[in-house]
């Protein structure tokens, strides 16, 4: 996902994550073994998680949840500054851009299939071997001005072929992991595979000029003013604009959708496995899937989940489209990321 924060939700996830050190190592794990962290963004997330996905598990576990609001980095510094083997959290959630770089440092391990019982339900793209478990998937296509675009575009490559949309292209920013994975598309449909950046630059430089933005909520923006007709955006903020008048659409390009990701992975050494096993288990079971689908238009993970008629109605997908997901490797993209980094900002001087 792409979370959204105000400068008050950041202030207040840097304050809980200095109070959560404060703690200490050696508080934090007598804590932990009595009570269960959950690392989570700010905003909307977090409403979301105390209103609606922590009561029921709370009533139905009777395990009392401590909240650590914050960022994907946040939680990666608090997890270093203790190390692999006293982690200060049971698990974490975070998009696997952060997620892969402490899997390949050592910090988890896989979940196991006889603590999590609804792992045998959950579709394999989100429990690849040895990773994470993604409980939720928000996909990216691309969104379009119905007034401004004859016809709808079906593949990634109408970005460049489409001749009303030449100069009316907004991307993300190269440092949004939906920035990177647009890059890495590219590269894909025009070149030799994901890291054939070369072809990937080659074919972004000539959707110039194109403005950027660093959130969907900004591309959201330009959308609306009609200052871009189309580009790379999530389901989400789509239907959020379409209800509120803006004649927009989306659509889900045959070559692949990428996505915002929240993957869920087991720390090695952390406190409260139980607590964690529960937790992931209550997160993929059928109800809370839907209620993710609601609240931020995810696909389920769960093979079980039957999608309510008024929902599928809004959000047309089921479990069969996360077959048409496709995933990078991200610990080869973070290593060349510095580098793909000062190349496209180079390119967008």
Known sequence: MDPRFSKRDTLRALGAAAAFAALGRHGIAAAQERRLVIPIYGGRYEKFWREVIVPPFQQKTGIQPVFDIGFAGTF?????????????????????????????????????????????FVHPKANPANQGVTAMFSPIGIAYRSDMVKTPPR???????????????????????????????????????????????RQIERLKPFPQ?????????????????AGPLDIGETLTLKKKGVQVDWVAPVEGMFMFDQTFSLLKHGPN??????????????????????????IPVNRNVKVP?????EVPFTVSDLDNIVAF??????????????????MTR
Do not use: C
């Not at 008629?309 to 109605?313: Q, V």
């Not at 490797?329 to 180079?346: F, G, K, P, Y």
């Open 273 to 298: 496995k139980e607590g964690a096993y529960a937790f992931l288990d209550h997160m993929l079971s059928e109800d809370i899937q839907i209620r993710l689908m609601r609240e931020f238009y995810a």
């Open 155 to 201: 593949s990634w490559k109408d970005l460049w072929d489409r001749p009303e949309l030449k100069g009316k292209v907004g991307l993300y920013e190269i440092t949004n992991t939906a920035g990177y994975s647009f890059l890495m598309t590219t590269a894909k449909i025009y070149g030799s595979g994901p890291f054939d950046f070369d072809a990937g630059f």
């Open 309 to 313: 008629p008024d929902l599928a109605k």
């Open 329 to 346: 490797d991200w610990l080869e993209a973070n290593r060349q990321r510095a580098a793909v980094i000062e190349q496209w900002n180079r």
């Open 213 to 229: 933005a660093a959130l969907a909520g900004a591309l959201a923006v330009l959308l609306t003013r009609g200052e871009i007709a």
């Open 76 to 120: 990666a510094a608090n997890l270093r500054s203790t190390g692999p083997e006293k982690p200060v959290y049971s698990y974490l959630m975070a998009n696997d851009v952060v997620g892969a770089v402490l899997r390949a440092e050592g910090f988890f391990e896989a979940w196991p299939a006889a603590k999590v019982p609804n792992l045998k």
